[in-house]
């Protein structure tokens, strides 16, 4: 009888120990191992000038750049940077014109497509020549959701969620909301789209706000940081990041996000990843307090919106 009991308890051990090495190995692959799925093509733009620090460079423009603390101007791009208070929050503004849409770009960290690659929204704005960048969608942190950057497809499956609103650009530089639900990526891809970001919500449709004042994600609480996305014009467009969780700053909600976005002329308005991963690089240097790091610093996240 005790031989017995010793197999059996012997065997449920080895079922415990099974059961928890799996588990452990699922929560690994899924939040920390690097899956590499494909890499990336080059966004380099030949006709673009751009800077990684403060120092008047240009790459291939006879015009020197005009680079201070709270801006950058050169042929093609000219970007103010100017910051206020909302609701006890620190939010910047950054007004962007461009002289042609394909200085607005996306970049995946690493140059690579996939699940948990991973770097801070600086680090790949400095691998890019970035002059303005902010994280994302956080695409590696999801398994649906449309991926296509730059024109190519990398992720064809829809959210499960069939009230999921994404931003689209198109080859000429402007935005509109659609639902996945009610779009194929096939059909984008054909449609010659050249970015699609997949976090949510639209925060500004055709100058009215879209989101109610008690509307939030579900990954996000009622006051955070904050990273938007709009387009005012014709190659004119806005990033709006308010800073949050600090003794300073409490953060924004998605209404109030919304309205100062409206306020600043915005026609289409888009909610990106927040909380921690809020991140906004200008200039060669991190311009809001992050939280999502270690002591504050940033967080690393799967990839980043530019200019440059």
């Known amino acids: 009888m005790k031989h017995f009991l010793r197999k059996k308890y012997m065997?449920?051990?080895?079922?415990?120990?099974?059961?928890?090495?799996?588990?452990?190995?699922?929560?690994?692959?899924?939040?920390?191992?690097?899956?590499?799925?494909?890499?990336?093509?080059?966004?380099?733009?030949?006709?673009?000038?751009?800077?990684?620090?403060?120092?008047?460079?240009?790459?291939?423009?006879?015009?020197?750049?005009?680079?201070?603390?709270?801006?950058?101007?050169?042929?093609?791009?000219?970007?103010?940077?100017?910051?206020?208070?909302?609701?006890?929050?620190t939010v910047y503004v950054a007004d962007i014109t461009v002289s042609d849409s394909s200085y607005l770009k996306t970049a995946l960290a690493n140059n690579t497509y996939g699940r948990n690659i991973k770097e801070t929204t600086s680090a790949i704005a400095q691998e890019q020549q970035a002059i303005l960048a902010i994280n994302g969608d956080y695409y590696g942190f999801r398994d649906t959701g449309y991926v296509l950057r730059n024109g190519t497809l990398y992720r064809d499956t829809p959210s499960e969620d069939e009230t999921k609103e994404d931003l689209v650009i198109d080859k000429n530089g402007d935005f509109s909301i659609i639902k996945e639900a009610e779009t194929s990526a096939e059909k984008l891809v054909e449609e010659d789209v050249q970015q699609v970001l997949s976090f949510g919500p639209a925060l500004v449709e055709d100058g009215e706000v879209t989101v109610s004042e008690d509307e939030e994600v579900s990954q996000s609480m009622q006051s955070n940081p904050r990273t938007a996305i709009a387009q005012v014009g014709t190659n004119h467009y806005l990033v709006v990041v308010s800073e949050g969780r600090t003794d300073d700053s409490q953060g924004l909600s998605l209404s109030e996000l919304a309205t100062v976005l409206k306020n600043h002329g915005a026609k289409t308005a888009y909610n990106l990843d927040g909380g921690g991963s809020t991140t906004l690089y200008f200039n060669g240097k991190v311009i809001n307090q992050t939280v999502g790091g270690s002591g504050n610093s940033e967080r690393s996240v799967s990839d980043i919106v530019f200019i440059g």
């Open 11 to 89: 065997w449920a051990c080895l079922s415990s120990v099974f059961l928890l090495g799996s588990s452990s190995y699922i929560l690994l692959k899924t939040f920390v191992l690097p899956q590499e799925i494909a890499a990336v093509e080059s966004v380099s733009n030949e006709t673009s000038t751009s800077t990684t620090d403060t120092k008047n460079t240009s790459n291939s423009s006879s015009f020197e750049p005009l680079i201070t603390d709270n801006s950058y101007q050169d042929e093609n791009i000219n970007i103010t940077l100017s910051s206020e208070r909302v609701d006890e929050t």
